[in-house]
């Protein structure tokens, strides 16, 4: 079983930053990739970010490549997401994933374990 506890979330103007932080427990050596989804009222959950655990290969949905960057403190078992220059359509539950296949990073049913998510709300 794998734990995730998601924080940092918070309200911030456009053109600001937060850092979300996923801590985790449990048998985190395990999955495949550590990812962050956000989903906002009303519309499915999507893909944002994604780290590969084997070799740090990362992803990115093109909505937040070189706005937002994803890391992993290993020695802590903690996962980060630098969000810079937030703009009001990045206003959303951002969720922690471990899990994952090869070919399916980018969809929520092929994760095992959430979080329960932190609400980020970036004001215009």
């Known amino acids: 079983q794998v734990q995730l506890v998601e924080s940092g979330g918070g309200l911030v103007q456009a053109g600001g930053s937060l850092r979300l932080s996923c801590a985790t427990s449990?048998?985190?050596?395990?999955?495949?990739?550590m990812s962050w989804f956000r989903q906002a009222p009303g519309k499915e959950r999507e893909f944002v970010a994604a780290?590969?655990?084997?070799?740090?290969?990362?992803y990115y949905a093109d909505s937040v490549k070189g706005r937002f960057t994803i890391s992993w403190d290993n020695a802590k078992g903690t996962g980060f997401l630098q969000m810079n220059g937030l703009k009001p359509e990045d206003t959303a539950v951002y969720y922690c994933?471990?899990?994952?296949?090869?070919?399916?990073?980018?969809?929520?049913?092929?994760?095992?374990?959430w979080g329960q998510g932190t609400q980020v709300t970036v004001s215009s």
């Open positions: 994933a471990a899990g994952g296949r090869p070919g399916s990073i980018r969809v929520p049913t092929s994760y095992n374990y």
């Open positions: 780290l590969r655990r084997s070799d740090g290969t990362t």
């Open positions: 449990g048998r985190t050596f395990s999955t495949y990739v």
